[in-house]
């Protein structure tokens, strides 16, 4: 049987008077990668926060791990990495590190196997500020996988690497769903959907698919993962 | 609140400071520049710096302090490290206090060389000790830390948080009895500056000033400041929100 490490339903966000989401309800299984995708503006990082627990005016049931998602005993649970790497420029990637290993209470060793996890042995010892952005965001994106968490949801961790990088970072999160970890992870660029175990595809704050990329291609007949989200929208507009 | 986490917070807060020397030169020099400034304009009626010379030890290194720590969280929230903080076990009084505690060291070194020159160079006249001094100099820096921490938990965003200096401070600087003694002001305003405060920052250091050691008035106004200082961080705690719109 699969558990699920995150179970929503019914949820909805309101922002101003736009219910940036409107009603979502999936799971995710353990021990899988989801792709998060859909279009910049579609709810997807709002998502994301209410499942980490910082977004403020949520209803429905989020539950992460079990519990009520923001639930003080999650913390440290999950490894969270923002769109915009969230590491402090004026410190080194180790430093940074260290503070966040600090932080979480685990040992220097695990700084470590981050940066190598990462790929970034060569400039551990150099400033964030001074690296390049896909180093940053790989700096910020080790820091996420401090501590070995059980769920680790990405926004945009690939965002701006080249494909080699790329092929790597994505071939980690297989190892680490291997290893039991659930992952979540967003992205804009719908190439990236083959590399997932499940697809949860977003527009307008609601979700059009929740599939597998073979079951999805299948159903809606479609070649590719781009035609077939937008046969998605075209065949929502024709229903309404 | 985890002690391993405020201390790491307070390592790193201050790594961060030795990276930046600009900062902490500001943070020392400054209130030594302007007091010095105001020996210089009041070289020729000594009894006039002798009077707002103790004054001004509290108020400069409180509104330095408070300006600097006033866009602090708001750095720490437009960057997403706090977002990423608030899914970790890191209190909010972790948070805050890791900043409160690695600029009141600062607050120390500053209270050092500002009392020290002040003393020995400009020649300030008091009767109390010069350590009285530096105790309470220390307490008042700390003083604006925590009313910059606390009004930086409150803004949105560093625009709205350098607004606070002159909402926060300003009402304070005028009332505390740096312009005219507290007692010679209407009884409303009177009335007012007994809550505020740096009006307790200033009294101590008045009261050091004449001679009354911790024991007779400086003691009690330096337990006022320090509640208004854990007060502060308090309600700063409460106020920083984990989930935010």
Redo the contacts between chains.
Sequence with gaps: MVKNAVSCRDVVVV?GDREVLQGLDFDLHAGTVTGLLGPSGCGKTTLI?AI??????VTGDVSVLGLPA?APK???R???L??????????TVT?NLR??A????VGSSDVERVIEAVDLGSHADV?VDRLSGGQRSRASLA??LLGSPELLVLDEPTVGLDPVLRRDLWDLFHRLADDGATLLVSSHVMDEASRCDRLLLMRDGDILADETPRALLSSVGAGDIEQAFLTLIDRKAGAR | MTP??TF??V??VL??LR??PRTVAMLIVLPTVLISLMWWMFIDSPHTFDRIGGPLLAVFPAIIMFIVTSVATLRERS???L????????GKLDFLLGYALAFALIAVVQALVVVSIALYFLDLNIQGAAWQLGVVAVLDGVLGTALGLFASAFAATEFQAVQMMPAVMIPQILLCGLLIPRDQLPSALHAISDILPLSYAVDAVIGVAQGNGFTSGVGTDALIVLAFILAALTLGAATL?????
């Design positions: 922002r926060r980490v627990g910082l977004q403020a005016r923001g999650l913390r440290g999950i490894g969270y923002t769109q915009e790497p969230s590491v402090y420029a004026d410190l430093e503070f966040f600090a932080v979480l209470g400033r820091a996420a | 391993r986490v790491a917070v390592a790193r790594a961060q990276r930046d960057t997403g490290t977002s990423r903080l608030f899914t970790m076990p890191m929100k984990r989930r935010t719109a």
